[in-house]
């Protein structure tokens, strides 16, 4: 395999320069498609940046913030409960540490690879930039697939897993929090085994239990977050999310509280879905509809078909990947709220939304939308909230948890929740005259991926060359 190195940085032109390091990246990194895609879109957005910041090029910032600082991969063996050994693989990415301590989740799913929690660690490093919070970006996981698993599987599981993370791993180093797959239970028998081994009870982990160290409104926090930001990029053009359909996918933690906050601020969702398939009810989900999933998804861990068989006015739209796009996304409504997993809409779902009069595109999910469907947005001058920006409630809040847990103290719900709204109201408002200053107004991709960055390689200007 030829290696490629970029020439005399100097004397590059700034599309000459992004051009090589794309070229740079999907070399060193091959089959690793998720996050060719992350790195590309961050990158397009770059090009407005250099013209601007020669410097940028010079102390070669983007080959180096494509670089994790240090990947850990590892052997997770645990026993299931007939005894069977049973064997998966465990990562950790830590991405960048400019700015604060990695910090990113864990996520637990057969389809974890190198390069899917690659892709997300390198989200996560500009995501916890615009937080304004003093955190660096990592991610990680396993291929474990904690469905139909015991809860005794599940923890000899997590315990062998964190085993081996914790020598990696600390509330000044590196602080793991959950992710698909990863909620509340997991976080717990995580936590138990890192405080046996290191004999400490430090906060190395967000998203824990009320009574041992958790924040409030951190389970609510991605969902809710999201909303607010879909509410502050309504307010710009004077609407608001009063009397909107909206679809939302998934029917996970985001979701959930996706469709909370969407009802107490008027609106009316309609869709749930997993990898099996979609419920669509025409009546709009209710308090009372939403408690019964909560009660299906995580007391019972069921599956979603089932609202079919309680509420029968709903209909339910198995996953068909032959159809070459998903029904959700076709069903007539304002909004859309992706908050199951990556690449859930692809150019064919993008233009059935925007034919259908969606005008919103709040992304719960990471990186949900494929970069063709992403154009299409921003042609369609779709209100098109990034995942980066939009979700980041969730990190934010549990850069919340991190500041309770160093003063030993925990806030109330109003307080998390108000500090809460008020950074995602910032982030919107950096995205939205950071489009502006870069030539791009309303392009609030760009504003994501440029205010996010300039922090991060400014830190990394500062720092020389670590
Ligand atoms: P959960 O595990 O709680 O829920 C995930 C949901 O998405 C489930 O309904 C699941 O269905 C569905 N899903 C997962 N993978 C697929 C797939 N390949 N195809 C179709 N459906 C799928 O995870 P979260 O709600 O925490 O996470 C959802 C998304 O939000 C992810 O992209 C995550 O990275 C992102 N996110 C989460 C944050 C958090 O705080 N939790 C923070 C920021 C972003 P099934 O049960 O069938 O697998």
């Not at 409104?217 to 969902?223: L, M, S, V």
């Amino acid at each position: 395999m030829s290696v490629v190195t970029t020439s005399q940085p100097g004397i590059k032109t700034p599309g000459n320069y992004i051009n090589d390091v794309m070229t740079l990246v999907k070399t060193k990194n091959p089959a690793e498609p998720e996050f060719h895609q992350a790195v590309q879109e961050v990158m397009e957005s770059l090009r407005l940046v250099l013209d601007r910041h020669p410097e940028y090029i010079s102390a070669r910032i983007l080959e180096r913030i494509t670089e994790p600082e240090r990947v850990f991969m590892f052997r997770v063996p645990w026993f299931d409960d007939q005894g069977n050994i049973q064997i998966n693989r465990g990562f950790r990415i830590q991405m960048n540490s400019a700015i604060g301590p990695y910090k990113g989740g864990l996520r637990f799913h057969p389809s974890v690879n190198l390069g899917i929690l690659k892709f997300l660690a390198f989200e996560q490093v500009f995501k916890n930039s615009l937080t304004t919070l003093p955190m660096g970006g990592g991610k990680g996981g396993s291929d474990f697939d904690p469905k139909g698993k015991s809860d005794n599987e599940v923890m000899r599981f997590c315990q062998s897993f964190m085993t081996e993370l914790c020598r990696h791993i600390g509330p000044d180093t590196d602080v793991p929090a959950g992710d698909i797959g990863v909620g509340g239970r997991e976080i717990g028998f995580m936590f138990g085994q890192y405080k046996r081994i290191r004999n400490e009870f430090t906060g190395v982990l967000t998203g824990k239990g009320l009574n041992w160290g958790g924040s409030l409104i951190r389970p609510e926090a991605t969902g809710y977050g999201c909303v607010y930001f879909a509410a502050e990029m309504l307010k710009s053009r004077k609407d608001s999310l009063d009397g909107k359909l909206c679809l939302v996918s998934g029917s996970g933690n985001v979701s959930q509280y996706t469709v909370e906050k969407l009802l107490d601020l008027g609106a009316k969702p309609l869709t749930f879905s997993d990898s099996d398939g979609a419920v669509y009810d025409p009546d709009g989900i209710t308090r009372e509809k939403l408690a019964w999933v909560m009660e299906l998804k995580n007391a019972k861990r069921g599956r979603i078909r089932e609202y079919t068989d309680q509420f029968k006015k709903a209909i339910f739209m198995p996953t068909d990947l032959k159809l070459g796009y998903n029904p959700l996304w076709n069903v007539k409504a304002d909004c859309a709220f992706p908050s199951a997993t990556q690449n859930e809409i692809n150019a064919k779902d993008a233009t059935n939304l925007i034919n259908n009069g969606v005008t919103v595109v709040a992304e719960g999910a990471n990186m949900p939308s494929t970069l063709e469907a992403t154009k299409l947005f921003l042609e369609a001058k779709v209100l098109y909230g990034p995942a980066k920006a939009a979700n980041a409630g969730g990190v934010a809040t549990s850069g919340l948890e991190m500041s309770q847990n160093s003063a030993r103290l925990s806030w109330t719900r109003e307080e998390v929740d108000d500090r809460l709204h008020k950074i995602m109201i910032a982030i919107h408002k950096t995205c939205f005259e950071t489009a502006e200053t870069y030539g791009t107004p309303g392009n609030l991709v760009n504003g994501a991926n440029i205010g996010g960055f300039l922090k991060v390689a400014n830190a990394m200007l500062d720092q020389g060359l670590v």
